[in-house]
């Protein structure tokens, strides 16, 4: 069975620090791997998807993610953090391709503190 | 871009009702899913359609639940009798074979 853990319900950082949140995975099949943002009262917003192309992926609004098989992570950075990054951010795994059912960590409430 | 719309964006139903909470996907995904998310929980999936029809569901989603493309562009979550626990934000997804899953901006089900 796939999971995710995601360590840190919540994440304070001052605006221009760098963003780190964490999420490892298990899998039993090479994973797919996504974060989404949930911004208050809206829904679930793609950043960014690993699907064993580049370990490095680049996201919208300046964020990337590192795929390390060796850790099993996939944690997300931003070099310099902004007020509008203030939500809510979920790690999901998925392990049959983009089209199957995603699995969803307890999410990160990131703050930005000026 | 396109989006995926979910309607009505709040529902509030007395206990035993039954629900209907409407989706329009991505006009030319094929792939469409429910999840659910009660209050400061994570999201869960629910199930997965495909080809008119289920293609996965979890325990969650028992006897009481049921889905249907009625039409070529809505997807649909029934709830036959609603229960407290039901309470929650259900949201829709879509997705084709090479494109990760778009969410709706979800329906908060709320039961009295």
């Known amino acids: 069975a796939q999971s995710v853990t995601q360590l840190g319900s919540h994440v304070s950082v001052s605006e221009g620090a760098l963003v780190l949140l964490r999420c490892n995975y298990s899998s039993s099949v090479p994973p797919y791997l996504f974060w989404y943002v949930q911004y208050p009262n809206q829904g679930l917003q793609l950043l960014l998807k690993y699907t064993s192309a580049a370990t490095l992926v680049k996201g919208i609004n300046g964020f990337e993610a590192e795929f390390k098989k060796s850790e099993t992570s996939f944690h997300l950075t931003k070099p310099s953090a902004h007020m509008s990054d203030a939500a809510e951010y979920f790690c999901a795994v998925a392990t049959t391709g983009t089209a199957s059912k995603l699995t969803f960590g307890t999410g990160t409430r990131l703050q930005v503190t000026l | 871009e396109p989006e995926v719309t979910q309607t009505p964006s709040h529902q509030v139903t007395q206990m035993g009702q039954e629900v209907i909470l409407r989706c329009v996907p991505i006009s030319n995904h094929l792939y469409f899913y429910w999840y659910r998310q009660i209050l400061g929980q994570k999201v869960e999936f629910l199930v997965s359609?495909?080809?008119?029809?289920?293609?996965?569901k979890s325990e969650i989603f028992d006897d009481q639940f049921s889905v249907e493309r009625p039409d070529g562009s809505n997807f649909t979550l029934k709830i036959r009798s609603t229960k407290l626990e039901d309470s929650a934000m259900y949201f829709c997804a879509s997705s084709d074979d090479h494109q990760p899953q778009h969410f709706g901006d979800g329906t908060r089900l709320s039961i009295l």
């Open positions: 359609f495909y080809n008119n029809e289920i293609s996965e």
